[in-house]
């Protein structure tokens, strides 16, 4: 068996995981909180740091400046805040938006003074101050990689800033947090964690471990999302109970792990487009993909095993994934010619297409648009 397994994070679960911990954020006598507008507060979780810093005498500043698909501007600007602030550490609390966010502040502020675009000269930048993080939604996994997906200011791109400095020195995963988030969220987010599982079981870079976390985290996923598993006991306003609350988010997790040794195939960049045009949520608009991915691999033998093999660990058939995890996403767009020649455009170059047994041309990126949402 040849393995290279590195996930430098400590993860640590459990309901109130971070007040149980509160000696772990004596990282340094002043950090930056980075989260979006309300998911922080809504969580609970702020309420928990901010008693948690107070109880180990750290002074900190509030960033809570992240919308979704964050934009490298306004990472910088909190970059230069926690410069200013004296920041020692970053503490990143809400989904993948505020944590990938966080990695580049992290960034921003050890190289005050660089460009936004400078962020991704990644061997010339000085380590990133210490990261901890904390998700709010069940979905991006961000919390256990190095994986900070940027939005760039008037590109209408997303650019992946990825730097071996960008883990959380601590993840905390705590189901409570995620038990305010509402369905729609919550099914998008899931779908998010279940494409990152199929993509990184295919994935030519997958490995024995990689996979054993792709399929734990993809088979709780459809237990609780197609088969309505762990549903006795009261459901909160999202409709899932605490039992489910917790299956997602571990199986998020275990999504994360899983990417961070394989990275992710070509349903992500195909849905970028979909998220930063049509405002499409992040794991519905890669979910859309999931019957095309399904379809070209199995076009390889070796696609055609690893589905059977993904499909069987989680007590389904490939076939049924396909039609599944789309009408899930339900994503109901028209797109003419002219905008499916310029979403191809605007992902064509991204890696992601050689992560998969079978590469698709530029022509089947048009395809698959225009057979999924052509007019
Ligand atoms: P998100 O963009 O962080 O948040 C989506 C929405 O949910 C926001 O309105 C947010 O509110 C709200 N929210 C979050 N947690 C909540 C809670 N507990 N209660 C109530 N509302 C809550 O969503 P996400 O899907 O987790 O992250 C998507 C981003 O991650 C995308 O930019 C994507 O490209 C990236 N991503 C990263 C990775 C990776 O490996 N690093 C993988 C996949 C995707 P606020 O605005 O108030 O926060
Ligand atoms: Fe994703």
Redesign the pocket.
């Known amino acids: 068996m040849k393995l290279d397994f590195y996930m430098p994070a400590r993860l640590i679960t459990g309901e109130n995981s971070v007040v149980r911990n509160a000696g772990l954020f004596a990282l340094g006598k002043k950090c930056i909180i980075v989260?979006?507008?309300?998911?922080?507060k809504?969580?609970g979780a702020l309420d928990d740091v901010l008693s948690t810093l107070d109880s180990v005498g750290c002074e900190h500043v509030l960033f809570d400046k992240?919308?979704?698909?964050?934009l490298i501007s306004t990472c910088a600007e909190g970059g230069r805040l926690a410069a200013e602030f004296g920041a020692e550490f970053v503490v990143g609390i809400?989904?993948?938006?505020?944590?990938?966010a966080a990695k580049a502040v992290a960034a921003f502020a050890a190289n005050d003074g660089i460009q936004p675009l400078e962020l991704y000269n990644v061997s010339t930048l000085k380590p990133s101050l210490p990261l901890i993080g904390i998700p709010?939604?069940a979905?991006?996994?961000?919390e256990v990689?190095p994986?900070?997906?940027l939005t760039l200011d008037g590109a209408g791109k997303?650019k992946t800033f990825n730097s071996p400095h960008s883990y959380f020195k601590y993840a905390f995963v705590d189901p409570k947090?995620?038990r305010?988030?509402?369905r729609e969220?919550t099914v998008?987010?899931a779908l998010?964690a279940f494409c990152?599982c199929i993509e990184s079981y295919l994935s030519p870079k997958s490995t024995d471990i990689s996979r054993m976390f792709a399929a734990f985290g993809a088979g709780h996923i459809w237990r609780v999302l197609v088969e309505g598993e762990l549903a006795e006991g009261e459901p909160d306003a999202g409709g899932f109970t605490y039992a489910q609350r917790e299956a997602l988010a571990y199986a998020a997790t275990a999504g994360?792990v899983a990417?961070n040794t394989t990275g992710t195939g070509f349903p992500h960049p195909l849905g970028?487009n979909l998220t930063l045009d049509r405002g499409t949520?992040?794991?519905k608009a890669c979910a859309a993909f999931t019957g095309a991915y399904i379809k070209y691999n199995s076009r390889t033998p070796e696609g055609e095993r690893l589905l059977s093999e993904f499909a069987h660990a989680i007590g389904a058939s490939a076939g049924e994934i396909a039609e599944v995890i789309p009408k899930l996403a339900a994503v109901d767009l028209n797109l003419d010619d002219e905008t499916i020649k310029r979403y191809v455009e605007k992902v064509k170059d991204a890696s992601n297409y050689a992560n998969s047994p079978y590469k698709i041309s530029e022509e089947e990126m048009a395809e698959i648009y225009s057979e999924l949402f052509g007019k």
């Open positions: 989260t979006g507008k309300r998911s922080a809504a969580s992240i919308g979704e698909n964050p809400g989904g993948g938006s505020p944590l990938d709010t939604t979905g991006t996994g961000s990689n994986y900070s997906v997303k947090y995620t305010s988030l509402g969220y998008s987010t998010d990152h994360g990417i970028y949520p992040h794991g």
